[in-house]
């Protein structure tokens, strides 16, 4: 376990708070610009921050990502870039917040999994998440980054049953990532009715923090979701504000979902 | 090659294989796992496939000797699978003939599926209208603008068809979104994958309803010339029609069988769709296989004169079975393909889909390499009606010219 990713959401609760955990697109508009977004998320009280590296066939996601991860192609964004230019200039901008990188399995696998391991920890990176690896092929991958100290966040979805849920948890590092609702990323305007519930039943078993994600985009949202979990993750609604209008923009989001986690 | 039986775990063929998929669809797959089995086991189940091939799609198909080409080619006595026979016309109603019962019978009330050419949506479209399902294909936008025909014959049997803009517009991203679909309605939804590509249990599924083609050769090579073929000849895009013409013939070391991948403008000129010839060992569609991709694990798009063979993945069995040598694979490039449509159109008098041109390609060379007394199998997976378009509008070169 890294054990930053765990710091993060005690400081959080701490403070009477649920954690945020905010999601940008590394490269998106460019890799240096794209600093700037993360640092803003950061000001306007981000947690935990996670950065997209794009994948060209992204089947968890949803239009804003999808249409993120394109532009940040075509700005050059590589996992390696990423590792070597975003990552260690989001690090020092921003020292105090752990840092979790969102790909696609195909995209660690063309690194290496244990060259990936070695050098995301290097550059500081605390943990990553895979939407494409559930746990049935996850053992190589845990266990190579496992040995760097490299926390493999899982996810648990709407159709998990709960004996699938509780295993999940168990073999958890860093924090469960609870996807709220069936489908790919992207703001909702409603949220399922039984989430709060499937949220208390994993966080009973869990001996990490739970964080609710996708279709969360405003404060009153963060605010019922995170009643029942730990934190919650943020990605479309951030990425889509940094676009039209900006860094500045999606510190605001940031602020406002922030607004809405204070208990 | 010890190891012929090519699934060595559920869902794993070798090193390839598996279930990359969000979690959220894990339930699903192992439901459908689940509900496979059974139906496997259930005789009933099987009679019904059968019944529906024979009457409906009209199977068998025959096992034609072609005199003329056995000829011209000079070595192996030729014989063509006749899947361009099967109604659709093509073999991909095999497979979905299977599915939908198989949706049918989980109680499943809606099917989606991903199309290319638009061969696998038709199909797809005729087994809801015969069972009474509702049907939507997920089509990239550029493939509907160049498929016109296709589209048009899946709204007329009642399916909905959704332009897909997102990436290179064309079939991995008609998948991509499929499979965003299906996540969002997983529990009502079943997902028809028309390729023997995607997460376990697809490509064992997929495998199991095409293996008919194979089980059929079988049969008819016996009775048509006393012995099983000395080679049989697949195209392979996904790959669909070749793993159900060779799988029955694994375990049989004596029979040569060969794939023939797309070689687009020439496997140097980085458009193709050679991906068990070039690709390397990636995930895309939540299988491990081989895949065209850069360094950096960023999926290439593929090119190919034929739609069907125009992917950049290969399901994952026949990456094993080619990885292994149980499967020779060449490449022919579109303008090989478009000269073999001319011959076999002109020397056969049948006119064959783009994606088996490419078999009909490097069928020649095979012939005369296995020589005069042995048996050649072409598996002419498609009829080329729905590529009449594509190949006129290259020009049609004079007739004496295909006089060999």
Known sequence: ?263 | MENMDTQTAPGRFGRYGGRYVPETLVPALLELEQAYAEARKDPAFDEQVTQVLREFVGRETPLTPARRLTEQWGGAEVWLKREDLAHTGAHKINNTIGQVLLARRMGKKRVIAETGAGQHGVATATACALFGLTCEVYMGALDVERQALNVFRMKALGATVHAVESGSRTLKDAMNEAMRIWVAQVEDTYYVIGSAAGPHPYPTIVRDFQSVIGREIRTQSLVAFGKLPDAIIACIGGGSNAIGALHPFVEDKDVRLVGVEAGGHGLDSGQHGASLTLGTEGVLHGSRSLVLQDENGQIIEAHSISAGLDYPGVGPELAHLAKTGRVEVRTATDDEALAAFYRVSRTEGILPALESSHAFARAGELARELGKGKHLVINCSGRGDKDVATIAARGIPAATQEKA
């Open chain 1, 1 to 263: 376990m890294s054990g930053e990713i765990a710091e993060a959401f005690a400081r959080a609760k701490a403070r009477g708070e649920g954690a945020l955990v905010a999601y940008a697109m590394a490269g998106d508009p460019d890799l240096t610009r794209s600093v700037d977004v993360f640092a803003a998320c950061v000001e306007g009280g981000a947690d935990i921050l996670e950065i997209g590296v794009a994948f060209s066939d992204p089947i968890a996601d949803g239009p804003v990502i999808q249409a993120a991860s394109e532009r940040a192609l075509k700005a050059g964004a590589t996992l390696k870039r990423v590792l070597d230019e975003v990552v260690p200039a989001v690090r020092a901008r921003c020292p105090q917040t752990p840092l979790v990188v969102m790909t696609y399995v195909n995209v660690v696998m063309a690194l290496g999994e244990e060259r990936y391991a070695k050098l995301a920890r290097e550059r500081g990176v605390s943990g990553t998440i895979l939407p494409d690896l559930p746990p049935e092929e996850s053992e190589g991958i845990r266990a190579a980054f496992d040995k760097e100290g490299l926390d493999l966040i899982p996810l648990c979805a709407p159709t998990t049953s709960p004996a699938r849920a509780e295993s999940i948890a168990k073999d958890a590092r860093g924090f469960v990532y609870c996807v709220s609702v069936a489908g790919v990323t992207g703001m909702r305007s409603e949220l399922p009715a039984n989430l709060s519930e499937r949220l208390e039943m994993v966080r009973r078993t869990s001996p990490v923090p739970v964080a609710a994600g996708f279709g969360i985009s405003n404060a009153e949202q963060a605010r019922v979701v995170g009643a029942h979990a730990d934190g919650v993750v943020v990605g479309s609604a951030i990425v889509r504000a940094a676009q039209a209008d900006g860094p500045a923009a999606a510190r605001q989001v940031c602020a406002e979902i922030k607004r809405g986690l204070k208990r």
